[in-house]
């Protein structure tokens, strides 16, 4: 079974602080992505990587970074916190695309709270 | 732009209804449309659909895609309150290295005994 994991399910983080989200995948995926999740606007993509050190802007990227060294390691980086940050996170990962099938593997998600 | 669309927003049935749930996209390069559930955690993988397999089945769940329509429907009989979720649906809309999914806004779906 696929897994993919992520280093929290549940943060706390002041205003103005560095915060890292790792997600970590077990199945040799090459496609990596992080989202976030709130009411009524449903998963918005952030930033994805389809490969070691690659990486691409999403639809919200600002105020966000990412780094991916290692093909099984996707972080997310806020280098800044702020409150319009609180949200649900969530990592998932794909294979390269194959013949029609690019389903998407999710994490348990993150929720992240900026006092 | 690119955009998939989802109604209702939110739905209250009893156990034993049956609903369906709406999926309509607008997309520039259709490759495949996808549902998924989401309880409380992970959304979890149900059905794909392509222009080669555009009605997929699972136990009470079916799923048809119309292409002409650029919509699909998820169907749910004899509703459970394990049924209780935010139900996604996602187009791949091709392009690129990597295969991007649009995501709606969701379904949350509350199913009272």
């Known amino acids: 079974d696929v897994k993919v994991t992520q280093s929290s399910r549940y943060l706390v983080k002041r205003t103005g602080e560095k915060v890292f989200l790792e997600c970590v995948q077990d199945m040799d995926h090459e496609n990596m992505f992080w989202y976030r999740q709130d009411p009524g606007l449903g998963l918005r993509l952030i930033y994805f990587?389809?490969?070691?050190?690659?990486?691409e802007k999403g639809d919200i990227p600002e105020g966000y970074s990412v780094s991916r060294e290692k093909k099984e390691r996707f972080s997310l980086i806020l280098e800044s916190a702020s409150t319009n940050q609180t949200s649900m996170y969530l990592c998932a990962s794909s294979l390269r695309r194959l013949a029609g099938f690019n389903e998407q593997f999710f994490g348990p998600g993150t929720r992240l709270t900026v006092l | 732009e690119d955009k998939v669309v989802q109604s209702p927003l939110s739905l209250v049935v009893h156990e034993g209804d049956t609903v369906t749930l709406n999926c309509s996209y607008e997309?520039?390069?259709?490759?495949?449309l996808l549902w998924y559930k989401q309880e409380k955690k992970a959304p979890t993988f149900l059905f794909m659909l392509t222009s080669s397999g555009i009605e997929k089945k699972s136990g009470r769940l079916s799923s048809i895609l119309d292409k002409k329509e650029l919509s699909s429907i998820l169907n749910i009989t004899a509703t459970q309150t394990g049924d209780s979720a935010i139900y996604l649906c996602a187009v791949d809309n091709y392009g690129g290295a990597t295969n991007k999914l649009i995501f709606g806004t969701g379904t949350l779906l509350a199913v009272q005994p």
């Open positions: 997309v520039t390069n259709f490759r495949s």
């Open positions: 990587s389809y490969d070691v050190k690659m990486k």
